[in-house]
T-cell receptor
Framework: DQQVKQNSPSLSVQEGRISILNCDYT??????FLWYKKYPAEGPTFLIS?????DKNEDGRFTVFLNKSAKHLSLHIVPSQPGDSAVYFC?????????????FGKGTTLSVSS | DADVTQTPRNRITKTGKRIMLECSQT?????MYWYRQDPGLGLRLIYY???????NKGEISDGYSVSRQAQAKFSLSLESAIPNQTALYFC????????????FGPGTRLTVL
């Protein structure tokens, strides 16, 4: 059973607007969450992360929110730019989860139109 | 130069052939990982290594083996390739002092006919 779920395979947003990508998890042992961005023909690149002791982390245009009670996190991109068009993976890690190996969601493809 | 490199970048092989994918890193990280990506399935962990003498199976290790030749090198082998091993393979590294952030190579696209 999937422990990290990204239920929206795709999202389309206009340039300048907000993009919200969602991720749900099932295992309460996860204590660290990350977002990766992936362009075609490239490996995933680290974008932003959040510890389970926080509920928000911000880095420039990117903000990740964590709701532990709902086992839900989201990535907000404001304002969205065409260069943000990529596949976004949510990932989680924690004790007992293959050491510190990451558990990934299936990804959400974001398309930002100008 | 890229911090994490993978060779080859693309490979087409036939069923039953042995194939090795190689990963090298210049980041000085002690931990290395192999993942597989299939369309619609995200990335799944095959094997990981926390140092040269440490090898661990991941979620989908059957049909694969690995070798950690040095801290900077981690290779993945398919002893007898089969068509359902056609996928995109990624190597990643992390620092034990910052274990949760992994850095990925560019990937190897493997096709098994």
């Amino acid at each position: 059973d999937q422990q990290v779920k990204q239920n929206s395979p795709s999202l389309s947003v206009q340039e300048g607007r907000i993009s919200i990508l969602n991720c749900d998890y099932t295992n309460s042992m996860f204590d660290y969450f990350l977002w990766y961005k992936k362009y075609p023909a490239e490996g995933p690149t680290f974008l932003i992360s959040i510890s389970s002791i926080k509920d928000k982390n911000e880095d420039g245009r990117f903000t990740v929110f964590l709701n532990k009670s709902a086992k839900h996190l989201s990535l907000h991109i404001v304002p969205s730019q065409p260069g943000d068009s990529a596949v976004y993976f949510c990932a989680a890690s924690g004790l007992g989860q293959a050491g510190t190996a990451l558990i990934f969601g299936k990804g959400t493809t974001l398309s930002v139109s100008s | 130069d890229a911090d994490v490199t993978q060779t080859p970048r693309n490979r087409i092989t036939k069923t039953g052939k042995r194939i090795m994918l190689e990963c090298s890193q210049t980041k000085g990280h002690d931990r290395m990982y192999w993942y597989r990506q299939d369309p619609g399935l995200g990335l799944r962990l095959i094997y990981y290594s926390f140092d040269v003498k440490d090898i661990n199976k991941g979620e989908i290790s059957d049909g694969y083996s690995v070798s950690r030749q040095a801290q900077a090198k981690f290779s993945l082998s398919l002893e007898s390739a089969i068509p359902n091993q056609t996928a995109l393979y990624f190597c990643a590294t992390s620092d034990s002092r910052q274990v949760d952030t992994q850095y990925f190579g560019p990937g190897t696209r493997l096709t098994v006919l």
